[in-house]
C-alpha cells in the first residue's frame, strides 16, 4: 500500500479534530453528535478534548457580544451533546467548566466595573466590593491529613503565575478562568521554572473567583454585561480560559503522577485494573525511584486486549495511529515485575496486595465512582481486606451528578464480548448482559488523587462546588 | 471445460480511476433487492423504510456506512423512489453535517440486481473502489481493515476484483438464512473464494458437487457457517463483468458462482474477508427481521441499540433486562413489561397487560388484559382489550378490536382493521392494498374479505401474483417446522495430501443429513455435468460463434462435451440456442439490423443447426417444435425479441431446418402461446404463418416470397 495516508479511516477522534479546523460549528457539532453516538469517540478523555475543541470552535464563531447569549448558546451545544451520550459524563462536564468560565469573565468584569478604580491594579481583588465569599478551594487540602508534600511548591508556584498573568494582559485581572484552571497551569509552571522562588504567599482562596452565592445577581449580571461593558473581549477570554482548560487536560496525567512517590513505597504490591493512561503514568513516575510489584487484573473481556498491549509494549492497542496516542515505555521496561491476572482470582490475591489502584470513567459529587465493570468487585475485596483503594482521576472526570439512579450511569455494551456470537444456540436462548461500567460506591474508596493532589471521598463535594456553578448543574 | 484459446473482453475494458486513489470511497446502496420478501408490507412502503426496532432499515446501513468512512452514496431505487427520496432528504445524511458528501438517489426500471449494476456501468459514476451494500445491512463492522485488505491485493494483482464480507456464525444461527444454504469454498491461505453454491435446504440436497480441480489447491475451506451480509467491495471491473454477461440477475447464484467458474476465462478472483467479531447481517427477510431485531435488542450490534437513538427525534432508555422505553411512553400501573421489549414514545399500554420481547412502535394504544409476545407492532396501531398477539407483525395504523387472537406468522398491513374476537391464525397476510396488474406502483384498496377480518374488519388475504418463481422459501416470521429448517453438517477442510482418503471416509461415513460433501463420489459427478454442461456448452459456443470458428469445428466441440457429460439433445439445443440468441444480440448491438444479424449467425451455422434436429422425417416435429420453443423463451425476454423471433423463424425456414410442418406444430403448441410475455414476442411472427399458410398452396413461389415478407 503505497498510497497509505490516502487509504480511508475509521471517523474517530483524529479525524474530527482534523475535520474542525475546516468545518464551522454547526456541522461540526453534529458530527461529534454522530461519533458519540456510534461510540467512535468513547471513554473520558477524549471525550473531554473532543468537547474543548469544539466548545472553543463555537465560542469562536459566537457572534456578537452578549454574554447572556453565549451561555445560552454553549448551553444548547450542550443539551445536545450530552443527550448524545448521556453515559459520557465528562462531556457535560466540560460544557459546565465553560459555562462557568463565560460566567465568571462576567464576574470579573461586572467586578472591575464596579471598582474601576482597581481594574489597572493588576493582582489587586476587589474582594469587599463582590458578595462574594472567599472560597476554601481546593489548596484546603494543603490542610488536609490526607495531603502530604505537594503542599509547599503548590504555593510557592502560584506568584510566578499571578505575575506572569498579569505581565501579559495587565488589563484582565489575573484570574479570569476557573480556579482550577489556574491551578493546574501553576503546577505546570512548578515544572517548568522551578528555580523561581516567590516571596509573597497569596492564600489562594483569595485568588478564586469561584462566587457560589452569586446566583442571582449573576443573571442581572449576564443580562446587564453587555451594556456595561464594551471594552471587554468577553470571546477572547473565554476562548483563553477554554484553551487553559485544554492544558489542563494534557497535563492531569503528568500532575496526577507526581503524586505518585508518596503513595507507593518500595516492594508494595499494587494490585490495578483496566488500560488506563493515569494509572500507568502514575505507576511509571513511581517506578522511577522505587521497586514494587504490579498486579493488573485483566478486565476479560472488554478491555484485555489493551491490558495485555498496555502491558506489553506500553500502548493499548497495536493498530491504533500513533498520531493521537502518546506511547511510553511499558512498566516492565522501567523494571517493574507485572503480573496479569484473570478477574476472578483478585479476591485470592487480595490479602497480598498492598494497595489498590483504580482507574475511573467518571467520579461522582458523592464520592462513588463510576469504572470499568470489575472495578467493584475489586472494591469490595479490598475493603474485606482492609487493602486501601486509591482512585487516581482528573479533575475534569469528577462530576456534579448526583447518583440518585444508578442504572442510568451504567452503559451496557456488546452481549457478544462475552458469548460468542456464533454459538446460535446460546444466543438464542441465553440473554446476556454486558455492562461496561460498575459503580463502586464511595465508602469502598479510600483517596482520591487528582491534579490538584488527593482528597478523601467526602470532601469531593468541595471541589465539586469549586469547579460548577450552581445554576449550571442542570444543563 | 472451457475453450482453450482466451480471448478475454473484460481485460481489455479500461479500468477507470485505477491509479486515483484519492478518490473518495464511494458506496451503492440497493434499497431494492428485487424479491419480495417482505409483502404485503412492500406494497405500501419501500423495504428499506420498514421500521426495524422503531427505526427505518436505511438508517442501519447509512450508519454503517459512515463508520466505515464512506463519503459518496449512490442510493439506488427499484419501486417506491419518491417516498425514498422524500426520506433521504429529509434525514440527517442530506443535511449539511452529513458525513457523505454526496448522496444522490438514482431511480431505475431496473427488475433485477443485474439490470441495476449494469444500468450503473452506463452512467459511469464510479471511479473508484465502491462499497456494494443493500438498503437492509445492519452491521457494527468497521470496514477498514477488509478495505484495506482489498487494496492491497489489488496492487499486486488486478484481477483481484471483489472482496466479499463475511460474518462466522456456527451451525445454526438465528440470523443465518434459511431457506438455502449458500457455501463458500474458500482458498484460507490467500482468502480467494474458489467456488459458490447456493443449497436449497430442503430433504435430500445434503451434497454439494465439486470441480475436482478445486482438489489442486493445497488447501481449501468448504463453509456453510457464515452469514453472507451482502457487503461486497468491488472494483469498477466487477460492474463491466455484470455488462459483460447479460444474462446474469442474482449477484450470488449468478455473479459470483459464474465469475468463479469461468476463472479461467477471465482470470479474475474474488476474495473473501471473514470477520469472527461484530456484527453483520442483512434483513433479507421476515425471519431475519425477526432475528436481527432480537440481536440488536440484545445488544449484539452495539452500539446499534434502541439506546443510541439513531434518529435525531430518538429517545430511547435503556432499562434492565434489555428493556427500552421512550420518554413519553404510559405504563398502567399493573402491566408487566418484561425483558427484551422495545417501547416507542407515546404507546400506552393499560391494566393488566403483559409484554415480553416485543417492539412496539410510537402512538400505540394497547388496551388492558392483553398479551402481547415476541410480536412487532409498529407505530400508530391499536390493539383492543384482551387480544393475544403472538410472533406477528401488525403495521402501522392497523386495529385489533376486542378479544383478537393473531397467531404466531400472521402478518397484518397498513390500516387493516380486524373486527371483534376474531382468530387469525399463523398463514395468513392481511392486506388493504391491491397491486394494479398494469403498473407495478398504482395500489388499489381492495374490497374487505369479512370471512377472513371479521365483521366490521377491513382488509383481505393477499395473494402474491407475482411472487417470482424462485429457489429460496419465502420465509416467514416463524419457521414451519423446526424439523425441517436445521441440518447440521460437517465442514472439512480437505488437503490435497489426503484427497483419496478423506474422500472415501466422507463416502463410508456419510450419515445421510450429515455430511454434504461428496467430493468424485460416483452418483453426484454425472449429475454434476449434466448441469454444467448447460453453462460450459453454451459458454463454448459463443465464444466460437464471436471468433467465427468454423462450424464443424463447434460441432465437433458440442458432440465431445456431450458425449462426456451424456447431456440430452434438448439440453444441446436449449445451448445452441442461448448462445446464438446471444451473439444475434451483440451484433444488434454493435448496429447491425436483426435480420443481417439473424443471417449471419444462422447462416453460417446452418450445420451445427441441423445436427441438433433429427425429426425431419417424422410427422410429428418434436425436435423442431422444441427448437422454436427454446428460442422464443429465450427471446421473451430481451429486448426486440419480436424482431429477431420473426427474422429468425425467417431464415430458418428458409435453410430448411425447420419445416413448415414444425412451424405450424410449433404456433398450434399451447406452450407457445403461455403467458404474456410469450404472446408478446411472437405476435410479429404472425406474418410469417400466415403467409406459410397461404404458400402452403404455392410452393413453387415460395423463397422469393419469403424475403419479400421481411
Known amino acids: 500500500m503505497a498510497q497509505g495516508a490516502t487509504v480511508v479511516t475509521t471517523p474517530g477522534l483524529t479525524s474530527f479534530l482534523k475535520s474542525l479546523k475546516t468545518t464551522p460549528a454547526d456541522p461540526s457539532v453534529d458530527y461529534l453528535i454522530a461519533l458519540l453516538k456510534r461510540r467512535q469517540i468513547r471513554s473520558s478523555r477524549p471525550c473531554a478534548i473532543a468537547t474543548t475543541a469544539l466548545l472553543l470552535r463555537v465560542v469562536g464563531e459566537f457572534k456578537g457580544r452578549d454574554a447572556a447569549k453565549l451561555v445560552q448558546r454553549i448551553r444548547d451545544v450542550g443539551r445536545l451533546l450530552v443527550a448524545a451520550q448521556p453515559r459520557e459524563v465528562v462531556v457535560g462536564n466540560i460544557v459546565r467548566r465553560v459555562l462557568g468560565l463565560v460566567r465568571e469573565v462576567v464576574d470579573e468584569n461586572m467586578d472591575s466595573d464596579t471598582n474601576v478604580t482597581n481594574e489597572t491594579e493588576a493582582g489587586s481583588q476587589p474582594e469587599a466590593s463582590s458578595p462574594r465569599r472567599p472560597v476554601l478551594s481546593s489548596s484546603i487540602s494543603t490542610f488536609s491529613p490526607l495531603h502530604y508534600a505537594v503542599a509547599e511548591p503548590m504555593h510557592s508556584s502560584f506568584q510566578s503565575e499571578a505575575t506572569f498573568d498579569s505581565a501579559d494582559l495587565s488589563r484582565r485581572p489575573p484570574l479570569t478562568a476557573s480556579h482550577t484552571t489556574s491551578l493546574g497551569h501553576s503546577l505546570f509552571g512548578l515544572f517548568s521554572h522551578p528555580e523561581t522562588p516567590s516571596a509573597s504567599n497569596t492564600p489562594t482562596g483569595q485568588q478564586s473567583p469561584t462566587g457560589k452565592g452569586l446566583t442571582t445577581l449573576n443573571l442581572e449580571r449576564l443580562a446587564d454585561f453587555n451594556k456595561s461593558n464594551v471594552n471587554v ?37 499494587i494490585l490495578t485494573h483496566t488500560a488506563s493512561t493515569s494509572v500507568q503514568k502514575f505507576l511509571l513516575a513511581a517506578a522511577r525511584k522505587r521497586k514494587f510489584t504490579v498486579v493488573h487484573a485483566e478486565t476479560h473481556p472488554l478491555d484485555h486486549t489493551a491490558t495485555y498491549g498496555m502491558a506489553l509494549t506500553g500502548k493499548k492497542r497495536e493498530h491504533t495511529p500513533s498520531d493521537e496516542e502518546e506511547t511510553w515505555k511499558p512498566l516492565i521496561a522501567a523494571g517493574i515485575e507485572v503480573y496479569v491476572i484473570p478477574d476472578s482470582h483478585v479476591f485470592a490475591i487480595m490479602s497480598r496486595v498492598n494497595k489498590v489502584i483504580l482507574a475511573t470513567h467518571t467520579v461522582l459529587a458523592n464520592g462513588g465512582l463510576v469504572a470499568a465493570s470489575g472495578a467493584a468487585m475489586i472494591a469490595k475485596a479490598a475493603k474485606e481486606h482492609q487493602t486501601p483503594v486509591v482512585v487516581v482521576s482528573g479533575v475534569y472526570k469528577l462530576s456534579p451528578v448526583y447518583p440518585f439512579d444508578i442504572a442510568d450511569l451504567i452503559e451496557y455494551g456488546d452481549a457478544g464480548s462475552v458469548v460468542p456470537y456464533d454459538d446460535g444456540d446460546f444466543v438464542d436462548k441465553v440473554d446476556v448482559e454486558a455492562p461496561l461500567f460498575d459503580y463502586v460506591p464511595a465508602d469502598l474508596v479510600d483517596l482520591y488523587i487528582t491534579n490538584l493532589g488527593g482528597h478523601a471521598p467526602s470532601f469531593l463535594y468541595r471541589i465539586v462546588a469549586d469547579h460548577y456553578r450552581t445554576e449550571d448543574i442542570t444543563l | 471445460m472451457p475453450p482453450k484459446g482466451k480471448k478475454n473482453a473484460v481485460a481489455e475494458k479500461p479500468k477507470a480511476g485505477e491509479e486515483e486513489r484519492d478518490e473518495p470511497l464511494q458506496a451503492v446502496i440497493l434499497t431494492d433487492p428485487f424479491e419480495t420478501r417482505f409483502s404485503p408490507f412492500t406494497l405500501e412502503q419501500p423495504r428499506c423504510l420498514l421500521p426495524l426496532v422503531n427505526t427505518p432499515l436505511i438508517e442501519y446501513t447509512f450508519e454503517f456506512l459512515a463508520n466505515a468512512g464512506v463519503q459518496e452514496i449512490f442510493v439506488y431505487c427499484g419501486a417506491h423512489r419518491e417516498q425514498v427520496e422524500v426520506y433521504i432528504s429529509r434525514s440527517k445524511w442530506s443535511s449539511r453535517s452529513s458525513p457523505f458528501s454526496r448522496l444522490e438517489v438514482i431511480q431505475s426500471t431496473a427488475r433485477t440486481v443485474g439490470d441495476a449494476m449494469r444500468d450503473l456501468d452506463t452512467r459511469s459514476l464510479l471511479v473508484g473502489d465502491f462499497v456494494l451494500v443493500y438498503g437492509d445491512v445492519v452491521s457494527n463492522l468497521p470496514l477498514e481493515s477488509a478495505l484495506a485488505a482489498h487494496r492491497e491485493r489489488r496492487t499486486k494483482d488486478k484481477n483481484a476484483i471483489m472482496t466479499l464480507v463475511l460474518r462466522e456464525a456456527g451451525q445454526n444461527h438465528r440470523t443465518k438464512a434459511r431457506g438455502t444454504k449458500p457455501i463458500f469454498v474458500v482458498d484460507p491461505s490467500r482468502d480467494r473464494c474458489l467456488h459458490f453454491e447456493q443449497m436449497p435446504n430442503r430433504e435430500g440436497s445434503h451434497f454439494l458437487s465439486l470441480d475436482p480441480d478445486l482438489l489442486s489447491h493445497e488447501e481449501i475451506e468448504i463453509r456453510s457457517d457464515v452469514i453472507d451480509c451482502g457487503i461486497d467491495i468491488c472494483t469498477p471491473d466487477v460492474l463491466a463483468l455484470w455488462s459483460d454477461n447479460f444474462d446474469f440477475q442474482a449477484p450470488r447464484k449468478d455473479f459470483l458462482h459464474t465469475v468463479l467458474k469461468d476463472y479461467e476465462l477471465n482470470g479474475k478472483t474474488i476474495h473473501t474477508y471473514i470477520v469472527e467479531d461484530h456484527y453483520a447481517a442483512r434483513v433479507r427477510n421476515l425471519h431475519a427481521y425477526d432475528s436481527v431485531s432480537k440481536d440488536i435488542i440484545s445488544r449484539y450490534a452495539y452500539p446499534l441499540c434502541p439506546d443510541t437513538n439513531l434518529l435525531q427525534d430518538q429517545s430511547y432508555q435503556a432499562y434492565r433486562g434489555n428493556i427500552y422505553k421512550e420518554q413519553g411512553v404510559i405504563l398502567a400501573r399493573s402491566c408487566v413489561i418484561k425483558p427484551k421489549t422495545a417501547i416507542g414514545r407515546a404507546t400506552s399500554v393499560g391494566d393488566g397487560t403483559v409484554i415480553s420481547r416485543s417492539v412496539i412502535g410510537r402512538h400505540c394504544q394497547i388496551g388492558r388484559d392483553v398479551t402481547i409476545e415476541g410480536a412487532y407492532i409498529w407505530d400508530y396501531a391499536s390493539i383492543g382489550d384482551g387480544c393475544t398477539v403472538k410472533q406477528s407483525v401488525i403495521a402501522n395504523e392497523a386495529t385489533l378490536r376486542k378479544n383478537c387472537t393473531v397467531e404466531a406468522g400472521a402478518l397484518i398491513s397498513y390500516g387493516v382493521i380486524i373486527g371483534e374476537g376474531k382468530t387469525i391464525s399463523g398463514q395468513h397476510r392481511i392486506t388493504r392494498a391491491k397491486r394494479k396488474r398494469t403498473d407495478g406502483e398504482e ?88 448441469a454444467n454442461f448447460d453453462h460450459d456448452a453454451s459458454a463454448s459456443i459463443y465464444d466460437s460463434l464471436e471468433k467465427g470458428h468454423e462450424s464443424a469445428n463447434i460441432q465437433l466441440e458440442l458432440t465431445a462435451l456431450r458425449m462426456s457429460t451424456n447431456a440430452s439433445d434438448h439440453q444441446v439445443r436449449r445451448s445452441i440456442v442461448l448462445s446464438f440468441v446471444k451473439r444475434i444480440v451483440q451484433l444488434i448491438k454493435s448496429d447491425s439490423s436483426a435480420k443481417s444479424a439473424v443471417d449471419q449467425v444462422f447462416g453460417q451455422h446452418k450445420e451445427l443447426l441441423e445436427r441438433s434436429i433429427f425429426d425431419k422425417t417424422q410427422a410429428k416435429k418434436v425436435d423442431q417444435v422444441d427448437f422454436m420453443l427454446l428460442l422464443q423463451t429465450e427471446l421473451s425476454h430481451r429486448e426486440t425479441g419480436d424482431i429477431i423471433l420473426l427474422s429468425a423463424a425467417t431464415k430458418l425456414v428458409e435453410l430448411d431446418i425447420i419445416e413448415e410442418d414444425g412451424i405450424t406444430q410449433w404456433w398450434e403448441d399451447a406452450k407457445a402461446s403461455d403467458g404474456q410475455e410469450m404472446k408478446a414476442v411472437r405476435e410479429k411472427t404472425q406474418q410469417l404463418i400466415d403467409f406459410l399458410n397461404d404458400s402452403s398452396e404455392s410452393e413453387d413461389e415460395d423463397d422469393e416470397e419469403e424475403e419479400d415478407s421481411e
Open chain 1, 233 to 269: 473581549d468577553l470571546k477572547a477570554e473565554v476562548q483563553d480560559g477554554i484553551k487553559e482548560l485544554q492544558d489542563e487536560l494534557e497535563q492531569s496525567d503528568e500532575l496526577i503522577a507526581a503524586n505518585a512517590l508518596e503513595h507507593i513505597h518500595a516492594n508494595e504490591i
Open chain 2, 443 to 530: 395500489l388499489d384498496k381492495g374490497e374487505a374479505d369479512v370471512s377472513v377480518v371479521g365483521p366490521g374488519g377491513d382488509g383481505f388475504e393477499f395473494h402474491d401474483s407475482e411472487e417470482e418463481e424462485e429457489e429460496e422459501i419465502v420465509d416467514g416470521l416463524v419457521p414451519p417446522d423446526p424439523n425441517l429448517s436445521l441440518s447440521a453438517q460437517s465442514i472439512s477442510t480437505l488437503n490435497s495430501e489426503g484427497d483419496d482418503d478423506s474422500d472415501m471416509a466422507q463416502n463410508l461415513n456419510r450419515p445421510a443429513a450429515d455430511s454434504f460433501v461428496s467430493v468424485g463420489s460416483q452418483d453426484s459427478y454425472a449429475s454434476q455435468h449434466a
